[in-house]
């Protein structure tokens, strides 16, 4: 292997790749074939929740593997890890979230959780968020509040509009013509925006006057990353279609959009199969995601989340740094300005430290560590970062 065959053979998405060449990976550390550790403060952009190479996720694939894998496609085999986390999930979620659809990806649950809902109601119009991101195939695309993105892979699916988020004047827009309100319960891309004055509260009640269905986008602040199991827990607002993946399996490619038995069973019959999937439910993918949330609900990993925040505030002290946002372990450090958050992640990464940049908000530096992460691991970041800053001076990015 080589960066040579990286940049040959590999399809690219951006100009500059970080192109770091892996090893291995466990713990917090991903290690280079230098034999370099990476404190890593990223966790595949939070998708391996529980580290790397977490000794129970990793136990639950190898016994899965040793029963069987893929066996048939989504829905018509009893699959027991399947089942067990669906059962597991639903004891965990409030009454009307009781029916779990397991699919690959985020993006991909969301497009069915946009079918579905359009199914239910019998309307077409979404309403999602300006600077929302839900993914990056058409239907997640087609939400996307920023047009520079979308404008090159038009025509899109139609019938969306759009709010801006936390403005409640813009609620007024939400009428019996919708089929769904379309809402990130913290804003990614956009710079870990988090919801104020009980925006989603009043999103919710507008969404019951008018009779549309609440979608909110849970999959990168759920399972356990904002100090709840699901940030939707902070706001005191419940979807009718709640949309998850990346920390969902530690790692594992995995999404789900899960609703009541009776919003999902439209997706059953008019027409038979309204959604399908083959590899939904992949049981190897269901153990790991089983064994996620079984060690994130039994242990104190959730509630060590809110010290692990306060730390990083405590800690992430700079001129440069003039805010930062999110909750728990999901934190954007919003730096002077551009050059300085480019700066910094990229200087980290020739130090041993993994950052990483945000979609929409060129300002912020991405904090997404694993929820293992110790005090001693985030002490050793953050005194990377200040150290980083206190070097930066105008037009040193390189």
Excluded at 85 to 107: D, E, M, R
Aim: glycine share 8%.
């Amino acid at each position: 292997m080589s960066k040579k065959d990286f940049f040959t053979y590999q399809a690219q998405t951006t100009p500059h790749p970080l192109a770091l060449e892996v090893s291995h990976a466990k713990g917090s550390y991903v290690y280079d074939t230098d034999g370099n550790a990476h404190l890593d403060f990223v966790a595949g952009v939070s998708a391996c929740s529980l580290g790397h190479c977490h000794p129970k996720v990793v136990g639950a694939i190898k016994a899965q593997l040793d029963e069987y894998m893929h066996v048939m496609v989504y829905g018509e085999y009893v699959q027991k890890p399947a089942v067990e986390f669906s059962k597991l999930l639903s004891s965990l979620l409030p009454s009307n979230l009781n029916t779990t659809y397991l699919v690959n990806s985020g993006t991909e649950a969301m497009e069915g959780a946009l079918k579905l809902a359009r199914r239910h109601t019998g309307r077409s119009e979404i309403i999602a968020a300006k600077n929302a991101y839900h993914g990056n195939t058409m239907g997640s695309l087609s939400l996307m509040g920023l047009e520079e993105r979308k404008s090159p892979f038009r025509p899109l699916i139609p019938d969306i509009r759009f709010v801006q988020f936390n403005n409640e004047e813009d609620l007024i827009k939400i009428t019996e013509k919708t089929a769904a309100v379309v809402l990130e319960t913290i804003q990614g891309g956009a710079g870990f925006i988090v919801p104020k004055n009980d925006y989603l509260e009043k999103v919710r009640a507008r969404c019951n006057k008018v009779g549309a269905l609440l979608i909110l986008d849970e999959i990168q602040p759920g399972f356990g990353r904002t100090g709840k199991l699901f940030a939707f827990e902070h706001y005191n607002c419940t979807p009718d279609i709640l949309v998850i993946g990346k920390g969902m399996a530690s790692g594992l490619p995995v999404g789900a959009f899960v609703a009541s038995k009776q919003i999902m069973a439209d997706l059953k019959d008019n027409p038979k199969l309204g959604h399908i999937t083959t590899f939904g439910g992949n049981p190897v993918i269901a153990a790991a995601s089983l064994a996620t949330l079984k060690e994130i609900t039994e242990t104190d990993l959730i509630h060590q989340t809110l010290a692990k925040e306060k730390l990083f505030r405590k800690l992430l002290k700079h001129p440069l740094i003039k805010e930062i946002r999110g909750k728990g372990l999901m934190l954007a450090p919003i730096m002077q300005n551009e050059d300085v958050a480019d700066y910094l992640i990229l200087e980290a990464a020739k130090k041993g430290l993994i950052l990483f940049w945000l979609l929409f908000e060129p300002k912020a530096v991405r904090i997404s560590p694993p929820l293992t992460i110790s005090m001693k691991e985030i002490e050793e970041g953050c005194d990377h970062i200040i150290s980083i800053l206190n070097g930066y001076r105008p037009n040193t990015v390189n």
